[in-house]
Every structure is written in structure tokens, then in C-alpha cells.
């Protein structure tokens, strides 16, 4: 599953040419803006065909170009090498495996799991309730595709049923309430599954590394009843209020999940460097859970996290990462990242999209 190269075609600012990063850690070191970020796009562009970065692919060309391309060389554990392409072009998608047109990008997710580190990822501890609720979804579609479907299906319900409710044609809710809340309990339950796998390990090790305790992850569903017919009743049971309202009040869209301290908001009082480590912790347990419900180990794709941590905690957290396939990780040029070197460490400098290795 690791990856061998990477190599590159009108993709943001860097080199059109192959990368050899078949090492198990592969460090990029480098300046800002000089492609670190860019490269570990692309190898999340190949894990996912979205990126982190943009909702359209179609910006990520480089400045007056049209296409793109990513063409990824990785390992199954048939020990077989295999090609993933992602071609944009006209503005169209067109993602490969082994040179095989892909229809869904399910099967792209299971193929090679890369789980980020990034900085905005403290947005799953402090941001908005959909980006937190983002974050749970992913762990549970990494762990199974199929749950993106019943987003998809559920979004495209949830939008009827408003617009329905906006119209005030309550003559159509009986039908649209039943394919409603048959998605809408599936989505919690599974929300509520993983959430209680998070809390198994949250706190503890939260606290190995920052030394504050008793700091947990809360998940707060809209829905309270666990049978689809009693879901429906309190649907009928809300449907005036949600006509003159012209939204629906209850479902997956409403979830909160917060992370509380002695019953009290934990976030709002924590200082940033508490707060972003909040979100590498989600990080490390959700490397941990899809380990342990797959069997296979991902890949870690690690962006500029280790500023705001003092040496001792970036030491911790190195040292209590789940094991993994293989890791890139981005450093800048200061930054003490011989520390984390190991014997197979491969290390890039990266200047104006271009990589050089380090010798000797």
C-alpha cells in the first residue's frame, strides 16, 4: 500500500517530473510556499480524488493551464505495484487505477487510505458543528464506502423535505418523512458508534501528552429515539412547527459533538496549543480505529503540525503515532527535524516545486 513515486503534470507549482518516495518516512523541508503543502495535496488528491485545499479540482492547474494529471506508483500486499491517474481536463475528472477507468470514488478511498494532518484540522475542535460532524463522517467512511452513499442519499432528502416545508405542500411529508428518517437513523447510529470509539482513547491520551485530564469528546444527536417508527411519530409531532418554520428541526444536521471538562465547555478556556492538539489526537485515533476495523495500516500526510507544540509534546506525539504504512512529513528549514530521523527517512529539500535529496 505504500506509495514507490509520484509524478506530476501541470500540478500547482510544482516540477512536471517523477518523485521517488518509496521510503517508509519521507520528509519535505523547505521555506513556505515553496510546494511542501502541494506535494502532500496531490498524494491526498490520489487518496481521495477531492482536495483538501479546493473544492475545484480545475484550480489546482498551474497558472494558464487547463490540465492537470497526478500519476501515483504504490504497493498492494500482494506486493504487486499498481497506478492510480488523476487526470482533470476540460474540467472534467477522470480518475484510473492500473489505467481502468474508475466510475465511483469509493473504490478509490479503500485503495490507499491517507489520513492528514493539517492545520486547519483545528477546526474539528473549535470550528462549526458541520465541519466537526465532517470529521466524524470521514472516520466512519474510511472505515466503510458504502456510508458515503447514505450521506449523499440523506442530503439529497434533507433538501427535498425543506423544500417541501417551504412550499408548505405537507401533503407530501408522509412519503419523503419515511426515506427521511430511515437515513437520517442510520447516520446516527453510526455517528454514535464511532463517537464512542473516540472516547475510549481520547482522554487518555490527551492527557499523556498535554498533562491535562479528564478532557472529553461528547457526541449530542439530534435524534433521541432508536426505532424508525418512533422517528416518524416525533417527525408528525414536529411537522407544524417545522411548515412554519420551513426547515426541518431534528436530524444528523443538527448534531453537535463537543469536548468538555469537568461538565463544562472544554474548548472555549483552552489555551491554541490545547486546542490543536485536540485535533491531533482526533487524528492519531482515527489512524487507530481504521487499524483496528480494517486491519491495514494508512498513511500519515503531516503539514507544518508540530509548530505549536513545545519539544517535549512534539516528542510525545511522536512517539505515541499508531503505526503506520508509511509518513510524510513537512518541516521548515529551523525546525529540529533530524529529532524524528530514522535509519529508512528519506529527506527532500523543496525549492520553488522542486526537490533535491539531502546527501550524506
Do not use: W
Not at 510544482?14 to 518509496?22: K, Q, R
Request: hydrophobic share 35%.
Amino acid at each position: 500500500m505504500p506509495f514507490l513515486s509520484a509524478s506530476f503534470y501541470n500540478f500547482r507549482n510544482l516540477e512536471n517530473a517523477t518523485v521517488d518516495i518509496s521510503s517508509p518516512e519521507v520528509f519535505l523541508v523547505g521555506k513556505n510556499g515553496q510546494g511542501k503543502t502541494n506535494f502532500l495535496e496531490a498524494l491526498y488528491v490520489s487518496s481521495y480524488g477531492t482536495s483538501f485545499r479546493t473544492r475545484s479540482l480545475a484550480q489546482i492547474c498551474t497558472k494558464d493551464e487547463k490540465e492537470f494529471s497526478i500519476r501515483a506508483l504504490y504497493k498492494e500486499s500482494d506486493n504487486i505495484s499498481h497506478t492510480i491517474s488523476i487526470i482533470i481536463q476540460d474540467k472534467k475528472k477522470d480518475i484510473q487505477k492500473n489505467f481502468k477507468k474508475i466510475k465511483n470514488s469509493k473504490e478509490l478511498i479503500s485503495t490507499i487510505p491517507c489520513i492528514l494532518f493539517h492545520g486547519d484540522d483545528i477546526e474539528f475542535a473549535v470550528g462549526t458543528p458541520s465541519r466537526k460532524r465532517f470529521f466524524i463522517d470521514q472516520s466512519v467512511s474510511l472505515c466503510n464506502s458504502d456510508f458515503i452513499e447514505a450521506l449523499v442519499k440523506y442530503s439529497k432528502a434533507l433538501k427535498s423535505r425543506n423544500v417541501i416545508l417551504e412550499q408548505k405542500k405537507a401533503s407530501l411529508l408522509d412519503s419523503i418523512d419515511e426515506i427521511f428518517a430511515s437515513l437520517a437513523l442510520l447516520i446516527t447510529n453510526e455517528r454514535k458508534n464511532i463517537v464512542e470509539e473516540y472516547a475510549k482513547h481520547f482522554s487518555l491520551i490527551y492527557e499523556e501528552i498535554s498533562g491535562v485530564s479528564g478532557v472529553e469528546m461528547v457526541y449530542r444527536p439530534s435524534i433521541k429515539v432508536e426505532s424508525e417508527e418512533d422517528l416518524l411519530i416525533l417527525l408528525a409531532e414536529k411537522r407544524q412547527n417545522d411548515l412554519i418554520d420551513r426547515t426541518s428541526s431534528i436530524g444528523p444536521h443538527r448534531d453537535r459533538i463537543h469536548f468538555i471538562k469537568d461538565k463544562k465547555p472544554f474548548t472555549e478556556r483552552a489555551s491554541n496549543g490545547q486546542r490543536r492538539l485536540i485535533s491531533l489526537v482526533l487524528r492519531m485515533i482515527q489512524a487507530k480505529i481504521y487499524s483496528e476495523k480494517t486491519g491495514r495500516k494508512p498513511i500519515f500526510l503531516m503539514d507544518d503540525i508540530l509548530l505549536e507544540l513545545d519539544p517535549e509534546k512534539r516528542q510525545k506525539f511522536m512517539e505515541l503515532l499508531p503505526p503506520y504504512e508509511q509518513l510524510f512529513c513537512t518541516f521548515l528549514p529551523g525546525e529540529p527535524y533530524k529529532n524524528y530521523q530514522k535509519e529508512t527517512t528519506k529527506i527532500f529539500f523543496v525549492e520553488d516545486g522542486r526537490f533535491s535529496v539531502e546527501r550524506g
